[in-house]
């Protein structure tokens, strides 16, 4: 099996894999001082088990486990006994070693991992229709949620990609495609190579341009037609 290890403490994650060490079985892969840097792993590696702390600044390792669509099987590791018997309302969660460890509980998780057969599903998936309403954007290594129903359009600027919202604008380094893969199709359409709108959003339309609240935005003469194709005309 092959696992992360995600903890501000540097002695907490020495001590997580120096017990997995210990399990014949059971490769760390890589260690993580905080959830955001685990979360852009995760997006590109496949990962039998987390290790996961629960408190952590800035992203708590509940949030993390919210945050996951389709998690593998999560241990966490605690001080904190109080959350004991919250943990199990998130059915990613397998075990819960508070700390400090010992070789013995550790070994018994192990086995409670390997003798979960079928892959567990996260909350989060349970309430996919809602989750699938939000969009997480890294702003200095922060997760910012955003409702996909607030936003306006996203500007294509360079290395980066500004995400406008009726109260706020958003510089984010990604790219204009990468983001389109995770906007609905229903509501979200690209009308320049520089653009992507929520054309429920408009407001008038004018010879190639359109109007988003204070927004004028270029049409393309290539994506005029399925712009049109979209609205409901009279």
């Given at each position: 099996m092959t696992c992360i290890i995600i903890d501000d403490e540097a002695a907490a994650r020495a001590v997580v894999s120096q017990l997995c060490e210990q399990v014949p079985d059971l490769d760390v892969i890589e260690e993580f001082d905080n959830a955001i840097d685990a979360l852009k792993f995760l997006n590109q590696q496949n990962i039998?088990?987390?290790f996961l702390d629960i408190h952590m600044p800035g992203f708590t390792g509940v949030d993390f486990v919210q945050t996951l669509k389709n998690p593998p099987k999560i241990v966490l590791t605690t001080s904190d006994?109080?959350?004991?018997?919250?943990?199990?309302?998130?059915?990613?969660?397998?075990?819960?070693?508070?700390?400090?460890?010992?070789?013995?509980?550790?070994?018994?998780?192990?086995?409670?991992?390997?003798?979960?057969?079928?892959?567990p599903v996260s909350k989060a998936e349970n309430v996919a229709s809602d989750t699938e309403k939000d969009l997480?954007?890294?702003?200095?290594r922060r997760l910012i949620k955003l409702k996909i129903d607030d936003i306006l359009l996203i500007e294509a600027k360079g290395d980066y990609i500004e995400v406008k919202t009726d109260t706020e604008d958003y510089r984010v380094h990604n790219t204009l495609k990468s983001i389109k893969e995770k906007l609905p199709e229903k509501t979200f359409l690209q009308i320049h190579r520089s653009y992507i709108i929520n054309f429920t959003k408009i407001i008038d339309i004018e010879d190639n341009?359109?109007?988003?609240?204070?927004?004028?935005?270029?049409?393309?003469?290539?994506?005029?037609?399925?712009?049109?194709?979209?609205l409901n005309l009279l």
């Open positions: 039998d088990v987390v006994t109080n959350f004991a018997i919250a943990a199990y309302e998130y059915e990613a969660i397998v075990d819960y070693l508070v700390k400090p460890i010992t070789l013995e509980r550790f070994e018994k998780s192990i086995q409670k991992i390997k003798n979960t057969a079928v892959r997480y954007i890294n702003i200095d341009s359109v109007l988003i609240a204070k927004n004028v935005v270029p049409i393309s003469r290539s994506n005029r037609p399925e712009l049109m194709r979209r």
